[in-house]
Every structure is written in C-alpha cells, then in structure tokens.
C-alpha cells in the first residue's frame, strides 16, 4: 500500500478506535465497589490518586477541559464520597483535591485492572520489536501534535473546493 492509502487507512482507523473508546466510556463500570463510575471519572481518580492535593485549574489544564466541566465532574466525585477537597492553609482561596480511602480503593483496583489490560495487549502484540513500538509512539505522538494543531487553527470549510 502506497503512504497516501495508508495515511487514510490509519485515519479511519483511529475513527473505529475512537468509536470504541467512546462506546467503553459510556458505560459505567464498577471498581471494587458498588459505585457506577464512568471511564472519564476513573481518570480524574487516577491523576488525583498520582497527584496528591492537585487543584481543579491543574486538572483541567492536564485533561484539556474547562474548570467547570472538573468542577461538575468533581462534585459528582465528592458526593460519592470518593474525593474531598482541603483549603490551603497559606492561601484559602486555595482548595486542594485528595482521594478518600474509597477513592483509594478505587485508584487501586483501576491500576490493577489496566496492568491487566495492557499486559493482555503486550502479549497479543508480542511479535513487534521494542524499535516498532517506539516508532509507532512517535508516530502517534506526532499526530496528536498535528491534531491539537488542527483543532487550535479551525477547519477552514472554504478551503475544501
């Protein structure tokens, strides 16, 4: 296949991934205990859960979504009693964000699953060399740069002719 035809068949690849991505994060799961928490949810537990007193602007900063939308995402966290929040003592406009002991268990059980997970893909992909991963981590990372590009610029539609 010619780099062009591949270029699109990559493209529509990542569509029928994003797809899936999509479909998988519609529905909520269970992470060791009966609360339903959707796959955006148990992200935000795990960056609380690898940085301990992280503010809702650095969330938002690191997932590329408005303070209001973490703010909302957080509140429906701290109702299920699987984050709280902790002013700053030097600054009380300060509030910093921290995972409960069911947060904790949840972060937990999260990363045991996606170590499960991804060691299930390492070993279906088992027949690459470490030197392809890491191009194909270029590539990717490349693209995510091209996209990000993209979405900041906009989509000209008078310049599709």
Known sequence: MEKNELIYSIMEMFYEISREISEYESIPHQYGT???IYMVEA???NLIGENSNITISELAMITNKT????S???EKLINKEIVFKVKDELD???VFL???EKGINIYNYHKALDEKEYSKIISKLDQYTNQEFENFYLMLKNMLTIFRENK???FDEDTVT
């Open 34 to 36: 009966e609360d339903e």
């Open 43 to 45: 992200h935000t537990i």
């Open 67 to 70: 303070k209001g939308a973490i």
């Open 72 to 74: 909302q995402m957080v």
């Open 92 to 94: 009380q406009r300060r």
């Open 98 to 100: 921290n995972l409960t």
């Open 152 to 154: 900041q610029e906009g």
